[in-house]
């Protein structure tokens, strides 16, 4: 193997590195890294469709490239991926040319390799030139081209274990994010060294309704720990205390409470080997659901969530099983602290959280909601409202999807758990509100869309790549303005009869054809 090597500047490690270098082990650029207890932290290695750059710096909070360094915060993974305990791996691909590119020189690769991926520089609106290409037989050819930044091709991996694909804007957000979710996480520990450990379980326990509204009275003496809740959670929930506080503010923790402990294990077990309409359902789509995550993916994850399904199907069998709980499900367990927790979760949202039809057969309450959402972005959003209508777009289209799956098959994952940190505690109005705001964020590149296809694109699109949760919920509270539980409540009572009539219309439809044939 060709090594190359380039004068090292003096540095704490740099015998280490020469060493490295040597050895064909570290593939080097001109101002070479401080090392982190002599690991290979700059250098290449074998990857399928990629290179890693793992990269560490052993004193100071800092992950640093070619011309910027990235601000870090307890060894967090900034720019790009997967955790790693002392910095960062960059995982960069380009789908269409066969090679690994340098700036500075062409790198050969070992084992003749052909590793897929760009060497790329973080300066802000610099694009990323390509100097040559190194193949796997070690020719290289030279080239010169570029890469737009906001079109250049990265995967990282975020929190809960998902691979994502995006732009460098994308990785450069989501580092952003991370940093505030660091930040709001030191909020709620100083709060509870400030009002005592747990706090936020004194107040007063939530109780349902028999239509769904959250009834609750405060006392007065509760009312700021109430507010300062309420607030904090708008912002965001640590991933360490989400698992606790999500069964809390939902009312799950006390709805497994009115049954005895063993409940879920005597459900499970009563449940092996039975076979419905439901269970077939589930096991159809089990290898569906978030094919590309490692445990979701794997024979533990899908018997977990086969389990929590098949379940729940058993203990409401008006419901029994509908396609989108699955992502559903899945999610919970990522985030819950065990298997019955995530069943418990389900349980909350599809028996309070939730209209209570909405994953029943027919489907009612689902097109309740689609009709109560139509209403709202004629009123919130009547540019947009009156120019789909023009095109002939109907907004079930993209939000029957939306709202039975919860946003969580489409937006990111971090994303999505905000979205459900709020709509645990302030209920199914958040939905509507999260939707509107994805039409609203589109607004201007809706209006000058003319087809139906290009709507679909715009906001499938813009889910991709929402990455910042604190933007989307800025513009679902502040922009879309207030709606209450009881304005939503009432504009459901009127689409129902609507509903019902085309439902019954339809099963009559079918009926007839049955008998004709």
């Not at 409470?257 to 080997?273: K, M």
């Amino acid at each position: 193997m060709k090594t190359i090597k380039y004068k090292l500047p003096t540095k704490p490690n740099r015998h280490r590195i020469g060493k490295l270098i040597k050895e064909g082990e570290v593939y080097n650029e001109p101002q070479t890294l401080e090392m982190g207890k002599d690991e290979v932290l700059q250098g290449t290695s074998e990857a399928i469709y990629g290179v890693e750059f793992k990269i560490f710096h052993p004193d100071l909070e800092g992950v640093y490239n070619e011309l910027q360094t990235l601000e870090m915060g307890k060894d967090e993974v900034l720019q790009g991926t997967s955790e790693a305990i002392y910095g960062v791996e960059f995982k960069i691909f380009h789908p269409d040319l066969e090679g690994v590119y340098n700036e500075p020189q062409t790198l050969e690769m070992g084992k003749d390799e052909v590793l897929q991926g760009i060497r790329y520089s973080t300066q802000p609106g610099k694009p990323y030139w390509i100097t040559s290409i190194a193949h796997a037989h070690g020719d290289a050819i030279s080239i010169t081209s570029s890469i737009p930044k906001a079109s250049f091709p990265v995967k990282f991996e975020d929190l809960y274990g998902f691979t994502a694909e995006g732009n460098i804007d994308d990785a450069n957000v989501l580092n952003e994010v991370r940093e505030r979710v660091r930040r709001q996480d030191r909020i709620w520990w100083e709060l509870e060294a400030s009002k005592g450990v747990n706090w936020y379980l004194f107040q007063p326990q939530i109780s349902w309704s028999a239509d769904g509204i959250r009834v609750s009275s405060l006392g007065l003496s509760k009312l700021a720990n109430a507010i300062t809740l309420n607030r904090l959670i708008r912002k965001g929930i640590p991933p360490g205390l989400r698992p606790n506080l999500w069964l809390w503010v939902s009312g799950a923790a006390k709805k497994r409470s009115t049954v005895p402990e063993s409940y879920y294990d005597d459900l499970i077990r009563a449940t092996q080997g039975k076979v419905t309409p439901a269970t077939r359902q589930i096991d159809h789509d089990l290898p569906r659901t978030f094919p590309n995550h490692p445990w979701l993916d794997s024979l533990e994850g899908q018997a977990s969530l086969r389990r929590v399904l098949v379940g729940y199907s058993f203990r409401d069998s008006d419901v029994g099983y509908c396609q989108g709980l699955n992502y559903v499900a899945a999610l919970l367990l990522l985030v819950m602290n065990t298997e019955e927790d995530a069943f418990w979760m389900l349980a909350v949202l599809l028996e309070n959280v939730l209209v209570r039809d909405c994953y029943t057969g027919n489907l009612s309450g689902c097109h309740v909601e689609q009709r109560v959402f139509r209403d709202l972005l004629a009123k919130k959003c009547p540019r947009i409202s009156v120019h789909l209508n023009a095109i002939g777009f109907d907004v079930s289209l993209v939000a029957t999807e939306w709202f039975l799956c919860l946003f969580a098959k489409r937006l990111p994952s971090e994303t999505t758990l905000r979205v459900w940190d709020v709509l645990f505690k302030e209920g199914a109005k958040v939905l509507f509100h999260v939707a509107l705001a994805i039409f609203k964020m589109n607004e201007e590149e809706i209006l000058n869309a003319n087809q139906i296809g290009e709507v679909i694109h715009i906001l499938q699109r813009t889910i991709h790549h929402l990455y910042d949760p604190d933007e989307l919920l800025r513009v679902a509270f502040d922009k879309i303005g207030s709606m209450t539980t009881n304005t939503i409540t009432k504009e459901r009572k009127k689409q129902e009869p609507a509903v019902m009539a085309e439902l019954h219309q339809r099963l009559r439809r079918l009926n007839m054809l049955k008998t004709n044939q």
